[in-house]
């Protein structure tokens, strides 16, 4: 069955390093999101991206914060100059159809992100 | 602003038992209400959603769920429990014509021999 994969699992990174996440989406979706989920928080949305633009973003997803679609097959978000605030779980999610409210997401394991 | 609230972060139930989860939204339009599960390991997976129509949902593995608008709820339930129901349950809302979903905290649930 088709799956959303995201790499790194994990990883730990110093305050003021940049971090760049993966995501393989499905192969045939359109629609790419990214979560987070602060440890005993709320899963938040920070991003969706359509057509090789962000179409909706978060007060989350600052500056600091960028996405692409570098090949036809990766999704990414980078973390320019990560803070401790930045550790938490990171996940990425696709579909086939618009809105998240039409569609399924199919979402990855997680990257989780531990910022010293 | 939308928002959802999990009563519970945990639940323990025997195996065999009734399964509650509880949920209860606020949202100015009518909402789509989406429960998610997530395995250990594993991303989170749609188990039900409602949109329109029949306010009683079923999804996989037996779970269903009511949209009760007086109530703003929409709880998950199952009539019993297994041991593989064990898992963190995410309950979410969005609004029409949006692109984000709105999560709960999750309730982990515990299923007991």
């Known amino acids: 069955e088709p799956e959303v994969t995201q790499t790194p699992s994990h990883q730990v990174t110093q305050m003021g390093q940049e971090v760049i996440l993966r995501c393989v989406p499905i192969?045939?979706?359109?629609?790419f999101y990214w979560y987070r989920q602060i440890l005993g928080q709320k899963v938040e949305f920070l991003v969706s991206?359509?057509?090789?633009?962000?179409?909706?973003k978060s007060e989350i997803f600052d500056d600091q914060f960028s996405v692409e679609r570098p090949d036809g097959s990766n999704f990414t978000l980078k973390i320019r100059s990560t803070k401790l605030e930045d550790s938490a779980m990171y996940f990425c999610a696709s579909t086939l159809s618009g809105g998240s409210n039409t569609g399924e997401l199919f979402f990855g394991e997680g990257s989780r992100l531990t910022v010293l | 602003a939308q928002s959802v609230t999990q009563l519970g972060s945990h639940v323990s139930v025997s195996e065999g038992a009734l399964v509650l989860l509880r949920c209860n939204y606020s949202?100015?339009?009518?909402?789509?209400l989406f429960w998610y599960v997530q395995y250990p390991n594993q991303g989170l997976q749609l188990l039900l959603k409602?949109?329109?129509?029949?306010?009683l949902v079923k999804g996989i593995n037996g779970f269903e769920a009511e949209f009760k608008k007086s109530e703003t709820s929409f709880h998950l339930t199952k009539p019993s429990a297994h041991m593989s129901d064990a898992a963190e349950y995410f309950c979410?809302?969005?609004?029409?014509?949006?692109?984000?979903?709105?999560f709960g905290t999750g309730t982990r649930l515990q299923v007991f021999p």
């Open positions: 991206f359509y057509n090789n633009e962000i179409s909706e």
């Open positions: 979410a809302v969005s609004e029409q014509n949006t692109d984000k979903l709105i």
């Open positions: 949202s100015s339009v009518p909402p789509y």
């Open positions: 192969s045939n979706h359109l629609y």
């Open positions: 409602y949109t329109t129509g029949a306010t």
